[in-house]
């Protein structure tokens, strides 16, 4: 069968619906009926070469990518998976939806990130516009997109950066708590949303003084005073920080008190 189908395909004048048909035929009907994994791998491999390069199978070649990429990683083949998809220029094909690319996309992140390779995830990154990441039904998508980018902002010691991620994950999952059906697929605790508000300010305080920073403390005092409210020793410090005096340290009373966070 997978002879025919690439023999079948490479067919000169082979008409496109003939091709699409047989390729969703392979891929519907007989890639679940495989009689074991190896012949299911192989198959997979087959149906990639007979899409490759074919715009109209744009579609169909990344399923089945992501298929073969899921299979490596499941065997532990991290840096195979990682090889195998990153080589997908996903962006460019035209045929799939915002949502469908942007899955992708999160998904070549976290293969990246498995290796710690964080030039290539800063470059993935880029791909996803900031646009196409808040498109209403993608919270979830936001919210796993920046905490790939925290941990590559973390890495690079851009404490700033890591405070905004961190106030985009707050305000998603924040405006996702007053809607039912998102609060219970998301955050149904509330812990999430208090852990990342924690955090933001965390790293906020623990950034280099500017004055931007100087400027997003007093938007954490006028814009979030609820969530203050619940964190008073972080209320203390923000308070601190935006007062124009010398501040009394005592490190092992800071240790003390900081070491509950999860960022310490």
């Known amino acids: 069968m997978r002879e025919w189908l690439i023999m079948l395909v490479k067919r000169r004048g082979q008409a496109k619906v003939a091709i699409t048909d047989m390729v969703t035929l392979c891929m519907e009907t007989f890639l679940d009926k495989m009689p074991n994994r ?25 399923k089945c990518t ?3 990429v899921e299979m490596f990683e499941a065997d532990g083949k ?3 998976a990682a090889k195998t998809i990153q080589e997908i220029q996903i962006e460019t094909y035209g045929s799939l939806q915002n949502k469908e690319k942007v899955e992708f996309i ?19 990154s880029k791909k996803i516009s900031k646009k196409a990441i808040s498109e209403a039904g993608l919270e979830t998508h936001k919210i796993n997109y920046y905490t790939f980018l925290v941990r590559y902002y973390v890495h690079e010691k851009e404490m700033m950066e890591v405070a905004k991620a961190y106030q985009t994950i707050f305000d998603t ?37 500017t004055d931007e920073k100087v400027e997003l403390l007093n938007v954490v005092e006028s814009m979030y005073p609820r969530e203050l409210e619940k964190e008073e020793l972080l209320t203390k410090y923000v308070r601190k920080f935006l007062t124009f005096e010398i501040c009394p340290f005592n490190e092992a009373e800071v240790e003390a008190q900081m070491k509950n966070y999860e960022p310490f």
Do not use: W
């Open 78 to 80: 991290i840096e195979d």
């Open 173 to 209: 999952l924040n405006k996702a708590s007053t809607d039912e059906k998102l609060k219970a697929h998301i955050d149904s605790t509330g812990e999430e949303k208090k852990k990342a508000f924690q955090n933001f300010v965390l790293y906020l305080l623990v950034s280099p003084y």
């Open 106 to 124: 999160l998904y070549q992140m976290k293969l990246v990130l498995m290796r710690n390779d964080f030039v290539r995830l800063q470059i993935l």
């Open 38 to 62: 190896e012949e299911k791998f192989t198959l997979l491999k087959s149906l990639m070469e007979a899409c490759e390069g074919k715009m109209f199978l744009e579609r169909e070649y990344s």
């Open 66 to 68: 992501r298929q073969l």
